[in-house]
């Protein structure tokens, strides 16, 4: 495993299309998160998986957006209905059970227009 | 939920020179990590420190849970220092998996 890997590097949407984001964490980590970057600013949390299971969601994980990982492999991000403010870059990060939420991987640049 | 601060907010040094950046968190945590963010946006973790200190090479950080702060040390500053380091905290109550993040310090390295 060479770490974490982000698919699209970059994404350029127009307003109201849905656009789906992928993350594939190491291997042997069961522990995968999502988080949003806009321009400086520090990730914000949007959403953590322990395997399958979604275990917590942050409240700027409107409606519209919607994470799923399947059989506690690879998780998809998506977004219905996008907006100008969901321009930001999407993080995914994994880990061990135990131990530092490390490494991230580099992101999804979203930009709608 | 838990705050992070951190402080300055930039920094500028010249090649060569000490510098400390701080790490407030407003409750009890189990995990503290320091980042640091490259121009091309990577995130590189330079520490899992939720309590005590560590050092590697000029880098060292230390935690002092007891009263919720964390101090990053640069030594002997280089330009590829430069970038943009956060602190993130996670609250050490039952169900928190979250990582919440400070602002950052940005850095600027000059030769």
């Known amino acids: 495993d060479t770490g974490v890997s982000q698919d699209p590097r970059h994404k350029i949407t127009k307003r109201g299309q849905n656009v789906t984001f992928r993350c594939d964490p190491i291997?042997?980590?069961?522990?995968l998160y999502w988080y949003r970057q806009t321009l400086g600013q520090g990730p914000e949390f949007l959403t953590y998986?322990?395997?399958?299971?979604?275990?917590?969601k942050s409240r700027l994980l409107s409606d519209r957006f919607s994470a799923e990982r399947p059989k506690g492999s690879f998780s998809t991000l998506e977004i219905q209905r996008t907006e100008q403010g969901d321009s930001a870059m999407y993080l995914c990060?994994?880990?061990?059970?135990?131990?530092?939420?490390?490494?991230f991987g580099s992101g999804t640049r979203l930009t709608v227009v | 939920g838990i705050q992070v601060e951190q402080s300055p907010p930039d920094l500028i040094l010249q090649e060569g020179a000490n510098s400390t950046l701080r790490c407030n968190f407003s409750?009890?945590?189990?995990?503290l990590q320091w980042f640091h963010q490259n121009p091309w946006g990577q995130l590189i973790n330079l520490f899992y420190i939720p309590s005590g200190t560590k050092q590697n090479g000029r880098l060292s950080a230390t935690t002092v849970a007891t009263e919720r702060y964390s101090l990053l040390y640069i030594s002997s500053s280089q330009t590829t220092d430069s970038g943009v380091y956060f602190c993130?905290?996670?609250?050490?109550?039952?169900?928190?998996?979250?990582?919440?993040f400070g602002k950052g310090t940005k850095l600027s390295v000059i030769p």
């Open positions: 998986f322990q395997n399958e299971a979604q275990l917590e």
């Open positions: 990060a994994s880990s061990l059970a135990s131990g530092p939420t490390t490494p």
């Open positions: 409750d009890s945590v189990n995990n």
């Open positions: 291997s042997e980590h069961n522990r």
């Open positions: 993130a905290a996670k609250y050490s109550g039952a169900g928190s998996y979250q990582l919440t």
